[in-house]
């Protein structure tokens, strides 16, 4: 069973477009968080919600959206995409708000042309 | 602004050789610091620092924290080449609600046979 699952693995799409990823986890953790990995394998934190509640919303275009309809989702949403959104997205889950690390899903290879 | 800072960014090593990776920090209010390793896919936890002094070890991975001096190392002894991966540091501050994460650039491990 994966504990975090995140789909689609890859998303190859057209700029303009709107496209969603999603996330779930089994672990029964009270946090989930949407990273992004850049070229140079630099992870920052995007959005992090407890309890489906948005706890961290750094510094992101309002072109990214989160939604977490349950503690066990928490998707992203991106309008208009640009070539500059092309990234690895990695959600992540833990448990205590993140004190004692992380689970991290799979990724999702972003590439925008 | 909190910082974490790797080095070396890469290293390439033989199979059987030593080496150590280093991480330090500027972080108001320090909480915890952690080490992952990324291989292709998500970053999966190797260990978790909250004490100075205190060495982890796991196999052939040991890391120890100086708070002094605002620094954690990962050592890995007779590497091999299924070790060859970005190895990534983390820093938790204490923040209440705002548990994020704050990762380092990453250095890249290869071990060449």
């Known amino acids: 069973d994966t504990a975090v699952s995140q789909t689609p693995k890859y998303l190859v799409t057209q700029m303009g477009n709107d496209k969603s990823i999603k996330c779930e986890q089994n672990l029964g953790h009270d946090t989930m968080y949407w990273y992004k990995q850049d070229s140079k394998k630099f992870l920052k934190i995007m959005f992090s919600y407890n309890n489906k509640e948005l706890i961290i919303n750094e510094t992101v275009p309002n072109r990214f959206s989160p939604k977490s309809p349950d503690k066990a989702h928490l998707n992203l949403h991106i309008n208009s995409l640009e070539l500059g959104d092309s990234a690895v997205y990695f959600c992540?889950?833990?448990?205590?708000?993140?004190?004692?690390?992380?689970?991290f899903g799979s990724g999702t290879r972003l590439t925008v042309v | 602004e909190d910082k974490v800072v790797q080095s070396p960014l890469s290293l390439v090593v033989h199979e059987g050789d030593t080496v150590t990776l280093n991480c330090s920090y500027e972080?108001?209010?320090?909480?915890?610091l952690l080490w992952y390793k990324q291989e292709k896919k998500a970053p999966t936890f190797l260990f978790m620092l909250?004490?100075?002094?205190i060495e982890k070890k796991s196999g052939r991975l040991s890391s120890i924290l100086d708070k002094k001096e605002l620094s954690s190392i990962l050592n890995i002894t007779a590497t091999q080449t299924g070790d060859s991966a970005i190895y990534l540091c983390?820093?938790?501050?204490?923040?209440?609600?705002?548990?994020?994460?704050?990762f380092g650039t990453g250095t890249l491990l290869a071990v060449q046979p």
């Open positions: 992540a889950s833990s448990q205590d708000q993140g004190a004692h690390g992380y689970t």
């Open positions: 983390a820093v938790v501050p204490y923040g209440g609600a705002t548990n994020k994460l704050i």
């Open positions: 972080v108001t209010n320090f909480r915890s």
């Open positions: 909250t004490s100075s002094g």
